[in-house]
């Protein structure tokens, strides 16, 4: 120590002191008492809060609050490092940072330049808000490639207002964009965010016509949790598509409230579109350019013991072309449901569905109408253990169903010449039904196998069974407006006869899991007792069987995440093959896997074949934790086509990630490619995303 205490300390040979909330060391320091300032020389570090600046000498004006330190390195928090020439603080938290390189990298120190950063002349940063800097680059390693006037940086993990870093992009369907976005932390349990694209049109190429003129793009993304049960977000979009010379819209809704009173748990999921080809055009990722239903819902539901209510509202939407589509809305449904429940002491047992619908179907020009049904399904069964091998259950019920109105027949309409095929009359539709299930003798076996191999024990169980089901038909089915699969009832009087093998193993390691099936060979064949409905007829009646085709069901699971399954039907009426199909999957390593289907449907009778398919499926990690690639191609070996292939490549680094996509689309008539290319940079998100596609006629 120098000096005396009025004028001044000196420390050395290290040292280590707290000013006010920050804690310095370094190698060594000058205080001067009288102008309250504190010099330190380095290497010299800094440690605030979150904050940990390291340089080679410091000024500390105590009296102000304040402080530099140059050559400075550090970091904020876990998510932003930085270096600059000087740093100065210029409040308690705001600072500013000379010739600054930033990043979300954790920076080595063999003083390799990070995988990206951002350099700037100056930065200006709130450490309870964002970093804010003029006139950036953005670089990879020390490459420069893309200068921004202006970018914003969260720089704590609360949430804090402000624009989003902007979003470059491109798609030869609609040419460069640029993506501006504002965030609003409204409060703890609501926030926003709105964004404009701007687009800047693409010139015609080739065949395909594209919009010459700029357009814009208008979002919004709204998320709320006001309590700890109930939750949601809405997401809507709007273009203003020069090209086509409209406006255009996308919507999506979800929320789930699980504190509803009474015990009621409540669920929205809504989407609509403006248009057929919104997806292909405008949606950026891959798995949804194809997109052609849409389904929305919004229920209350309750269960209590062995019931539940359910009040619904649905809409299906499929869209068939451009100009046509089919929608199907249940304004609402009231469901109630009673699950098997004994009756008493007695040995049967009760159980019931109901439901009423106000239904909106809109399938045509003709097929616009809005009507009332009420659905009954009642059923009441009784097991029958005859023995701990054998055993029997009978089940009897019905479906009583009503309609507000019902279709005319095909003359009638001839006759008529109605625009509509509603009758305007109403119709109850009454089917009695019977089920019965005969299980064994059946016959099992245990082999031991010691706790030296792979299964200490496996169980080989050997099982004939008898289902048979009866459905009434329906004499005017005709005059059923089709809905759902309520309307869709055919009588039937069939029976099915099977022989059950499994062979169940039991791993020697306890940490293994439990016993599960390995292997499972099952044969049955259907048979019915009605003679007016053969199961197995010619192409000119001529030939009927009453007997159905012979079935055969292989699987095989050597673990829990491999298996292979093999299904085949024999026609025995023209002695062939009528369908095949293998489908397998092999799990590799923790979370890779191969997947592959092929199947064949044939036309006995004509010894043709109607379909030949096959598709191979994969989600491999070539880099564990780092580089993943999904694959899924699906090709007819008839038509020698690929029908659909889409490539997904996931590289994820610490600091940031990649994702290119592609997928492929064809018919005999058209082919449509679509494919993206994603940056995601850590704490900044999205920062490229390039898209585009063409669509051609064959």
Not at 75 to 90: E, K, Q, R, W, Y
């Given at each position: 120590?120098?000096?005396?205490?009025?004028?001044?300390?000196?420390?050395?040979?290290?040292?280590?002191?707290?000013?006010?909330?920050?804690?310095?060391?370094?190698?060594?320091?000058?205080?001067?008492?009288?102008?309250?300032?504190?010099?330190?020389?380095?290497?010299?570090?800094?440690?605030?809060?979150?904050?940990?600046?390291?340089?080679?000498?410091?000024?500390?004006?105590?009296?102000?609050?304040?402080?530099?330190?140059?050559?400075?390195?550090?970091?904020?928090?876990?998510?932003?490092?930085?270096?600059?020439?000087?740093?100065?603080?210029?409040?308690?938290?705001?600072?500013?940072?000379?010739?600054?390189?930033?990043?979300?990298?954790?920076?080595?120190?063999?003083?390799?330049?990070?995988?990206?950063?951002?350099?700037?002349?100056?930065?200006?940063?709130?450490?309870?808000?964002?970093?804010?800097?003029?006139?950036?680059?953005?670089?990879?390693?020390?490459?420069?490639?893309?200068?921004?006037?202006?970018?914003?940086?969260?720089?704590?993990?609360?949430?804090?207002?402000?624009?989003?870093?902007?979003?470059?992009?491109?798609?030869?369907?609609?040419?460069?964009?640029?993506?501006?976005?504002?965030?609003?932390?409204?409060?703890?349990?609501?926030?926003?965010?709105?964004?404009?694209?701007?687009?800047?049109?693409?010139?015609?190429?080739?065949?395909?016509?594209?919009?010459?003129?700029?357009?814009?793009?208008?979002?919004?993304?709204?998320?709320?949790?006001?309590?700890?049960?109930?939750?949601?977000?809405?997401?809507?979009?709007?273009?203003?598509?020069?090209?086509?010379?409209?406006?255009?819209?996308?919507?999506?809704?979800?929320?789930?409230?699980?504190?509803?009173?009474?015990?009621?748990?409540?669920?929205?999921?809504?989407?609509?579109?403006?248009?057929?080809?919104?997806?292909?055009?405008?949606?950026?990722?891959?798995?949804?350019?194809?997109?052609?239903?849409?389904?929305?819902?919004?229920?209350?539901?309750?269960?209590?013991?062995?019931?539940?209510?359910?009040?619904q509202l649905d809409q299906r939407k499929t869209f068939i072309s451009a100009s046509r589509e089919i929608q199907l809305r249940q304004l609402p449904e009231i469901?109630?449901?009673?699950?098997?429940?004994?009756?008493?002491?007695?040995?049967?047992?009760?159980?019931?569905?109901?439901?009423?619908?106000?239904?909106?179907?809109?399938?045509?020009?003709?097929?616009?109408?809005?009507?009332?049904?009420?659905?009954?399904?009642?059923?009441?069964?009784?097991?029958?253990?005859?023995?701990?091998?054998?055993?029997?259950?009978?089940?009897?019920?019905?479906?009583?169903?009503?309609?507000?109105?019902?279709?005319?027949?095909?003359?009638?309409?001839?006759?008529?010449?109605?625009?509509?095929?509603?009758?305007?009359?109403?119709?109850?539709?009454?089917?009695?039904t019977a089920r019965a299930e005969i299980v064994g003798p059946g016959f099992s076996r245990i082999f031991e196998l010691g706790e030296e191999g792979r299964f200490?024990?496996?169980?080989?169980?050997?099982?004939?069974?008898?289902?048979?089901?009866?459905?009434?038909?329906?004499?005017?089915?005709?005059?059923?407006?089709?809905?759902?699969?309520?309307?869709?009832?055919?009588?039937?009087?069939?029976?099915?006869?099977?022989?059950?093998?499994?062979?169940?193993?039991?791993?020697?390691?306890?940490?293994?899991?439990?016993?599960?099936?390995?292997?499972?060979?099952?044969?049955?064949?259907?048979?019915?007792?009605?003679?007016?409905?053969?199961?197995?007829?010619?192409?000119?009646?001529?030939?009927?069987?009453?007997?159905?085709?012979?079935?055969?069901?292989?699987?095989?699971?050597?673990?829990?995440?491999?298996?292979?399954?093999?299904?085949?039907?024999?026609?025995?009426?023209?002695?062939?093959?009528?369908?095949?199909?293998?489908?397998?999957?092999?799990?590799?390593?923790?979370?890779?896997?191969?997947?592959?289907?092929?199947?064949?449907?044939?036309?006995?009778?004509?010894?043709?074949?109607?379909?030949?398919?096959?598709?191979?499926?994969?989600?491999?990690?070539?880099?564990?934790?780092?580089?993943?690639?999904?694959?899924?191609?699906?090709?007819?070996?008839?038509?020698?086509?690929?029908?659909?292939?889409?490539?997904?490549?996931?590289?994820?680094?610490?600091?940031?990630?990649?994702?290119?996509?592609?997928?492929?689309?064809?018919?005999?008539?058209?082919?449509?490619?679509?494919?993206?290319?994603?940056?995601?940079?850590?704490?900044?998100?999205?920062?490229?995303?390039?898209?585009?596609?063409?669509?051609?006629?064959?």
């Amino acid at each position: 120590m120098e000096g005396t205490f009025e004028e001044q300390h000196t420390l050395s040979n290290g040292f280590w002191i707290r000013l006010r909330d920050s804690q310095v060391s370094g190698d060594r320091a000058v205080y001067d008492h009288a102008n309250e300032r504190f010099e330190a020389e380095g290497p010299v570090v800094l440690m605030r809060g979150n904050e940990v600046l390291r340089g080679s000498r410091l000024e500390f004006d105590v009296a102000a609050e304040t402080a530099s330190i140059f050559d400075a390195d550090g970091n904020i928090g876990a998510d932003l490092f930085f270096t600059g020439a000087a740093v100065h603080m210029l409040s308690e938290d705001r600072f500013t940072i000379l010739d600054a390189q930033f990043t979300a990298c954790e920076v080595e120190d063999d003083g390799r330049a990070p995988d990206w950063s951002f350099r700037a002349k100056r930065v200006d940063v709130n450490a309870n808000g964002y970093a804010k800097t003029r006139g950036v680059s953005f670089r990879t390693r020390k490459a420069p490639l893309v200068y921004l006037p202006y970018m914003l940086w969260p720089v704590q993990s609360s949430r804090v207002s402000g624009f989003l870093t902007p979003k470059p992009g491109f798609s030869t369907r609609r040419g460069p964009s640029l993506g501006l976005a504002y965030y609003w932390a409204i409060n703890r349990s609501y926030d926003a965010t709105f964004n404009v694209d701007l687009y800047a049109g693409a010139p015609s190429n080739g065949n395909q016509a594209f919009s010459t003129e700029a357009f814009w793009g208008l979002g919004t993304e709204f998320r709320y949790r006001p309590s700890e049960g109930t939750a949601g977000e809405f997401d809507g979009y709007l273009i203003d598509d020069t090209e086509r010379g409209e406006r255009r819209w996308r919507m999506r809704w979800n929320h789930q409230s699980r504190d509803l009173p009474g015990g009621f748990r409540g669920v929205i999921r809504f989407e609509d579109v403006s248009d057929f080809e919104f997806f292909r055009d405008f949606e950026r990722r891959v798995d949804r350019n194809s997109l052609r239903q849409l389904y929305s819902t919004a229920f209350v539901s309750r269960n209590w013991g062995n019931q539940s209510l359910n009040v619904q509202l649905d809409q299906r939407k499929t869209f068939i072309s451009a100009s046509r589509e089919i929608q199907l809305r249940q304004l609402p449904e009231i469901e109630y449901k009673l699950r098997s429940t004994r009756l008493g002491k007695s040995p049967l047992y009760f159980q019931v569905k109901s439901s009423l619908h106000y239904l909106d179907t809109n399938r045509s020009a003709r097929r616009i109408a809005r009507y009332g049904r009420g659905h009954l399904e009642p059923e009441i069964s009784v097991p029958i253990p005859l023995a701990s091998w054998f055993s029997l259950s009978l089940t009897a019920g019905g479906h009583l169903t009503w309609y507000e109105d019902s279709l005319i027949s095909a003359e009638e309409r001839r006759a008529t010449m109605t625009t509509t095929d509603f009758r305007g009359e109403d119709l109850m539709r009454v089917v009695p039904t019977a089920r019965a299930e005969i299980v064994g003798p059946g016959f099992s076996r245990i082999f031991e196998l010691g706790e030296e191999g792979r299964f200490s024990r496996l169980k080989h169980v050997i099982e004939p069974r008898i289902a048979y089901g009866y459905f009434q038909d329906y004499d005017e089915r005709f005059r059923i407006p089709l809905f759902d699969e309520i309307d869709n009832l055919r009588g039937r009087n069939v029976a099915r006869i099977s022989l059950f093998n499994r062979l169940l193993a039991k791993p020697a390691d306890p940490a293994a899991g439990g016993a599960f099936e390995i292997l499972s060979v099952q044969f049955f064949r259907d048979v019915s007792l009605d003679a007016d409905q053969p199961l197995l007829r010619s192409l000119d009646r001529s030939l009927t069987s009453q007997n159905g085709p012979v079935g055969a069901l292989l699987r095989f699971n050597p673990s829990r995440r491999t298996g292979v399954r093999f299904d085949a039907l024999y026609d025995t009426l023209f002695s062939q093959v009528s369908s095949t199909a293998i489908s397998g999957s092999l799990g590799i390593g923790r979370t890779g896997s191969v997947g592959l289907r092929w199947a064949v449907r044939r036309n006995p009778e004509l010894d043709r074949t109607r379909r030949h398919h096959a598709q191979v499926s994969t989600g491999l990690d070539l880099i564990p934790g780092k580089l993943r690639v999904n694959s899924m191609v699906s090709y007819d070996i008839e038509q020698k086509l690929i029908q659909i292939q889409r490539h997904v490549v996931d590289f994820r680094a610490c600091c940031y990630g990649l994702r290119f996509e592609i997928a492929d689309f064809r018919t005999a008539l058209r082919r449509d490619t679509q494919y993206r290319l994603l940056v995601t940079l850590k704490s900044v998100g999205a920062f490229f995303d390039i898209t585009g596609g063409q669509s051609e006629a064959l």
